[in-house]
């Protein structure tokens, strides 16, 4: 089983930054990607970020230029750099890891997070 935990979430002004991360913890298992979707009150969740464990990068259209996903492998870790945020960035942030585990039923899956709240308000 693999959890997921987000973290750096909170209120901030429009044109201001905020870093967010997410970890993938478990035992036996493989991080394939990991990525962050976001979801508005009303809204379908949306891909804003996501990063294979070979690097390749994907951007929702509406973050690219003010967003940057990165990784730490070795820690399993994902963060999201989010620059020039807008009202419309408001929405509960939530981390997506694709992973394998191994053992006597080995198997991938998507593995979600609780979500981090993301407010851009003045």
């Known amino acids: 089983q693999v959890q997921v935990m987000e973290s750096g979430g909170g209120l901030v002004q429009p044109g201001r930054s905020l870093r967010l991360s997410c970890t993938a913890s478990?035992?036996?298992?493989?991080?394939?990607?990991m990525g962050w979707y976001r979801q508005a009150p009303g809204k379908q969740r949306e891909l804003v970020a996501s990063?294979?464990?070979?690097?390749?990068?994907n951007y929702g259209d509406s973050v690219k230029g003010r967003c940057t996903i990165s990784r730490d492998n070795a820690k399993n870790t994902v963060f999201l750099q989010m620059n020039s945020l807008k009202p419309e960035d408001t929405a509960v942030y939530y981390c997506?890891?694709?992973?394998?585990?191994?053992?006597?039923?080995?198997?991938?899956?998507?593995?979600w997070g609780q979500g981090t709240q993301v407010t851009v308000s003045s």
């Open positions: 997506r890891v694709l992973a394998g585990t191994w053992g006597p039923s080995p198997t991938d899956s998507d593995y």
């Open positions: 990063m294979t464990s070979t690097g390749s990068t």
């Open positions: 478990g035992s036996d298992f493989s991080v394939y990607a």
